[in-house]
């Protein structure tokens, strides 16, 4: 009794009453972050991904609903390092705590993917033309492989390293391609979408993001 009086008086213990709210304030709140930023410099995602967080194809936004959460984590912590360069991306990403990141990249991972995005819009390419088929068997005379042998059946995406293509908009994706064969990106693992958009050429890099686009994005991840 005398050891604990000590330690009271020392301030040596803490009521656990005293100790929750301090947890509870802690904890992000992904959802309020998302709709109206952090009041710390970021600002609501959905200005830019959508209230459902499908992207926005006229201005390149990706679509974030569905996407591993590793794998938008990792995204953020390379905006945020510089790793990953992107002048709207960059600011944000270090507006945000690790904590928030980490929040931000369960939040979407586990929203819904919007239905018309599930149903994809396939009818609208064609499955025999040229996007088709730099998908499903890739262009190995320019040792461009096969899309879908990494980013699953349709581009549904796989695990960690190989995001979704399917249901993605179009713009982006070329947008992506684009920075990897310039070199502007190289956050890829072992470097592989830099030596694969360099064999691409700017009709074939529309025709496959296209496909991409309009291929129904399953919420079920596909085997390389």
Same mark, same amino acid.
Request: hydrophobic share 40%; proline share 9%; aromatic share 6%.
């Given at each position: 009794?005398?050891?604990?009086?000590?330690?009271?008086?020392?301030?040596?213990?803490?009521?656990?009453?005293?100790?929750?709210?301090?947890?509870?304030?802690?904890?992000?709140?992904?959802?309020? *972050?998302?709709?109206?930023?952090?009041?710390?410099?970021?600002?609501?995602?959905?200005?830019?991904?959508?209230?459902?967080?499908?992207?926005?194809?006229?201005?390149?936004?990706?679509?974030?609903?569905?996407?591993?959460?590793?794998?938008?984590?990792?995204?953020?912590?390379?905006?945020?390092?510089?790793?990953?360069?992107?002048?709207?991306?960059?600011?944000?990403?270090?507006?945000?705590?690790?904590?928030?990141?980490?929040?931000?990249?369960?939040?979407?991972?586990?929203?819904? *993917?919007?239905?018309?995005?599930?149903?994809?819009?396939?009818?609208?390419?064609?499955?025999?033309?040229?996007?088709?088929?730099?998908?499903?068997?890739?262009?190995?005379?320019?040792?461009?492989?096969?899309? *879908?042998?990494?980013?699953?059946?349709?581009?549904?995406?796989?695990?960690?390293?190989?995001?979704?293509?399917?249901?993605?908009?179009?713009?982006?994706?070329?947008?992506?391609?684009?920075?990897?064969?310039?070199?502007?990106?190289?956050?890829?693992?072992?470097?592989?979408?830099?030596?694969?958009?360099?064999?691409?050429?700017?009709?074939? *890099?529309?025709?496959?993001?296209?496909?991409?686009?309009?291929?129904?994005?399953?919420?079920?991840?596909?085997?390389?």
């Amino acid at each position: 009794m005398r050891t604990l009086q000590l330690m009271l008086c020392m301030g040596l213990v803490v009521s656990s009453a005293s100790v929750w709210p301090a947890v509870h304030a802690a904890t992000p709140d992904a959802a309020q *972050i998302a709709r109206n930023g952090n009041g710390k410099g970021a600002p609501p995602c959905m200005a830019c991904h959508g209230a459902d967080g499908s992207g926005n194809a006229a201005a390149g936004y990706p679509r974030l609903a569905g996407l591993d959460a590793a794998y938008l984590l990792k995204q953020l912590d390379d905006f945020a390092s510089g790793t990953r360069e992107n002048p709207v991306m960059q600011p944000n990403a270090r507006a945000l705590t690790q904590a928030e990141r980490a929040a931000m990249a369960a939040y979407y991972s586990a929203m819904p *993917i919007p239905p018309a995005l599930l149903e994809g819009t396939p009818g609208k390419v064609s499955g025999q033309g040229p996007g088709a088929r730099l998908a499903n068997f890739g262009h190995w005379s320019s040792r461009v492989p096969a899309c *879908i042998r990494c980013h699953g059946p349709h581009g549904v995406g796989v695990g960690t390293h190989f995001p979704p293509l399917a249901g993605q908009p179009a713009s982006y994706l070329a947008n992506q391609l684009k920075a990897w064969k310039d070199g502007k990106r190289h956050n890829d693992p072992l470097q592989l979408m830099r030596h694969v958009s360099k064999g691409l050429s700017a009709e074939e *890099i529309k025709a496959v993001t296209a496909w991409f686009a309009a291929q129904p994005a399953r919420a079920e991840g596909g085997k390389p």
